[in-house]
């Protein structure tokens, strides 16, 4: 089997990630249960800002905290020097309570509200990403009225699609996000910024894709809005200092996925950055990059309890566990694949294909389609790697059913940092029927 980070094996033939076992994990906690590996979240960290350091290139790089959020996730970024990328009020809120450097929060969005904005202003953090010309507007308005500053992006859509999923492709020029590159949106935005008594654009922002294997559509994306950069400096006297190409890349899903290391994405972006700085006659930017799902993708582990089974003669056999598509709705959405074991039984052979079925009341939930497992029976542990990335963050409610609780494992050690939730919390924000029938 392929390990994850720490994940290997102990004498009683179970499961072990960050030196715990993942059966006693199942036992403290109970299932469905998300498990990060912190010690890989941290390796990670540091082989994307170690390759910048080695180059001697100023950098950031933020966490796009979309794939996983709360107070212990961001706390463990901090301690590892890196910058947050935030997408929501309640995100930034959720930072504040962490205690992030707030000078170091980058605040994204196509559609911030003024509530958001405000708490920005409140919060006094690092950075805007501009997404249309009315967030102009408002920002200007805000920054008017406070009599004070704000550091702005402005996101761009560089006309480059990545090699991925059709739904997760963001770089193209029909994108809700940004303004075009290649018909002066982008112009027309740093013109109506440009000068303004309160908010300084730092440069350009891009985010071609998601799960991304190669460097081509980084380079070309580079490329493209370094030429920006020369046009602007020839014809409107303005200078980029920084150059965000956002995030995108890929981790191991399943045995075709290919991903690169994190130091091999960073070096060629800076090769190709330093060449078109050379070309273009540029001062070199500050390099800011936002990995989210490389970062903690295949550092959660998904543990659930086996229940029933069913026997499709000639067709499928299937095992329900005890979450789904309410904790993990990419195989629905996205129809995304994954690898699993028995988590009691790992050293045993794959002799079993199952289809694993999730709890909600839906034909569709189905996690795994087809899946070689270990023999599997009732009270068995199932854990289904690499769910770290928009597993726990798009879970739901969905038939009613709470959201799992999540542990940090490191070094032989258990922490839980986010509660399960109970049956009071799910029904907390209901309130009694008053109207009178009529």
Known sequence: MHFYGTQAINEQGHLTIGGVDTIELAQTYGTPLFVYDTALIRNRARGFIDTFKEYGVKAQVAYASKAFACIAAYQLAEQENLSLDVVS???????????????????????????????????KIGCIVVDNFYE????????????????????????????????????????????????????????????????????????IGSQIF??????????????????????????????????????????????????????????????????????????????????VGDAGTSLYTVGSTKTVPGVREYIAIDGGMSDNIRPALYDAKYEAVIANKVTAEKDAVYTVAGKLCESGDKLMIDAPLQQAEAGDILAMF????????????????????????????????????????????????????A
């Open 89 to 123: 009020g309640g995100e930034l809120f959720t930072a504040i309570k962490a205690g992030f450097p707030a000078d170091r929060i980058h605040f994204h969005g196509n559609n911030k509200s003024v509530l958001e904005l405000q708490l920005a202003f409140d919060t």
């Open 136 to 207: 102009i507007e408002l920002l200007k308005q805000i920054s008017e009225e406070r009599i004070q500053s704000m550091n702005v992006l402005i996101r761009v859509t560089p006309g480059v699609e990545a090699h991925t999923h059709d739904f997760i492709t963001t770089g193209q020029a029909d994108s809700k996000f940004g303004f075009d590159l290649n018909n002066g949106q982008a112009d027309a935005a740093l013109l109506a910024l440009k000068g303004h008594e309160y908010l300084h654009v730092l440069g350009m922002h891009c985010h």
């Open 214 to 295: 190669e460097t081509d559509g980084f380079s070309l994306a580079a490329d493209k809005l370094m030429k920006k950069m020369a046009m602007w400096k020839e014809e409107q006297q303005f200078e980029c200092t920084v150059l965000n190409l956002g995030g995108g890349f890929g981790i191991r899903y399943t045995e075709e996925d290919t991903p690169l290391e994190p130091h091999v994405y960073v070096a060629e972006t800076i090769k190709t950055v330093k060449e078109k700085c050379v070309e273009f006659d540029l001062a070199m930017p500050e390099i800011w990059i936002e990995p989210g799902r490389s970062l």
């Open 386 to 437: 690499c769910t770290g990335a928009y597993g726990y963050s798009m879970a739901s409610n969905y038939n009613r059913v709470a959201r799992p609780a999540v542990v940090f494992v490191e070094n032989g050690q258990h922490q839980l940092v986010i509660a399960r939730e109970s049956y009071e919390h799910i029904v907390a924000n209901d309130l009694p029927l008053a109207l009178v029938k």
